[in-house]
């Protein structure tokens, strides 16, 4: 398995040693660093497979594609320790699934959500850590609170009692092709680093900023030379997907699929 380039296996290892390098270049420990392996559009035997090289952390941005996949995994005790992210847009209406299926929500952007998140949560006698997702790019059709409005938003999620905040989460940018998206790309994970040390310059009762969850499989060696916590990662690892997944990018296209 290890000797085959084509497995999820190897782009594992592969993906943990771009992670060290990354890590050696810019100072930071592998350590810090959290790998969720994105396994949307894969399968329960590939996520196994994943879980098999020494992944520990899944990431999955559908609350109904993560109900047909999540629960048998999450059943088998050997497999207690893995933490479950979810890391797509979320309705409300699926809050009460997500509560259940996660272990982590990167994609809270507004009061209402959080506040959905906090009722939930309470009936079912959790704390449920979440990240602030902020549009860094500040693209209309990406998901995400304005960086102006983030320190506001916190202070309000911060009263809920059963949500505790552990920090922000972006996308980047979509493709580093030239040497000028790179700028671009690095210029975002910047801003909400800074914007992380902003807020907790604040010191918020029951607010974290540990967490900075940003980095996909174009991009992540630039976010962690920037202080990024958690890595999303899936192409690399999974390798690429059979079906586009309109969501990720766009709220548009993602308004589109839920039409059809
Ligand atoms: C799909 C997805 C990723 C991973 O993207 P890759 O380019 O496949 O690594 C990361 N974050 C979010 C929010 C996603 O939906």
Redesign the pocket.
Known sequence: MESNTNSTTYRVHATLQRIRDACQRSGRKPEDMQL?A?S?TYGVEEIKEALSAGICHI?E?KVQEAKEKLPALQKDKSLSHVQWHY??HLQTNKVRQAVELFDII??VDSLRLAAEIDRRSYTKDKIMPVLIQVNTSREKSKYGIDPDDTLELVKQVSELKNVKIKGL?T?GALTATTANDTVKIRSYFRKLRELREFIAGKNIPNVDMDCLSMG???D?EIAIEEGATHL???????GK?KRA?K???SAASNQMEEKL
Request: proline content about 0%; charged content about 10%; overall charge positive.
């Open positions: 969720i994105v949307k990431g941005n890391i797509g990167h994609s989460m996308i996909m499989s174009n992540f999303r990662i899936g192409t690399a690892i999974f997907r997944v969501s990720l990018l």
